[in-house]
């Protein structure tokens, strides 16, 4: 699967992604800090690739509705540290192997992953 990280991500969580075989990127990368969302979403869409972000604007189904996108992750954890935020993907990496996230919102907490679909 191919998928870009935001910026408010650690570039750590790009080697996890690579390292389970999947394609990715940040948007740190391709110098795009800073875009708006609109932008961001726009280049992800253009790349066909899942956002993976803490940004819980990304979360809003009216902006964002499942279906006109490749996908969007948002992580909603309590504590945004590296290893937090590490710890969490590495879960989420696990899901990735049962289920496929394309064209839907996931939203994944500390316990679980919700997903919004159209």
């Known amino acids: 699967m191919r998928f870009k990280t935001d910026e408010n991500l650690p570039i ?3 080697q996890l992604f690579v390292g389970h075989g999947h394609d990715a990127v940040s948007v740190v990368d391709q110098e795009l800090s800073g875009c708006p969302d609109p932008e961001v979403a726009e280049v992800c869409a253009a790349e066909n690739r899942v956002l993976v972000t ?6 809003d189904i009216r902006e964002y509705p499942p279906g006109s996108h490749p996908g969007i992750i948002v992580f909603r954890v309590p504590r945004q540290d590296k290893q ?3 710890g969490v993907t ?3 990496l696990h899901a ?3 289920q496929n996230p394309g064209g839907v919102l996931w939203v994944v907490d500390g316990r679980r992953i919700r997903v919004r679909e159209a």
Request: glycine fraction near 0%; proline fraction near 0%; hydrophobic fraction near 50%.
């Open 12 to 14: 750590e969580v790009v």
């Open 54 to 59: 803490l940004d819980t604007d990304f979360a």
């Open 84 to 86: 937090s935020i590490l």
């Open 90 to 92: 590495r879960r989420l």
């Open 96 to 98: 990735l192997s049962e």
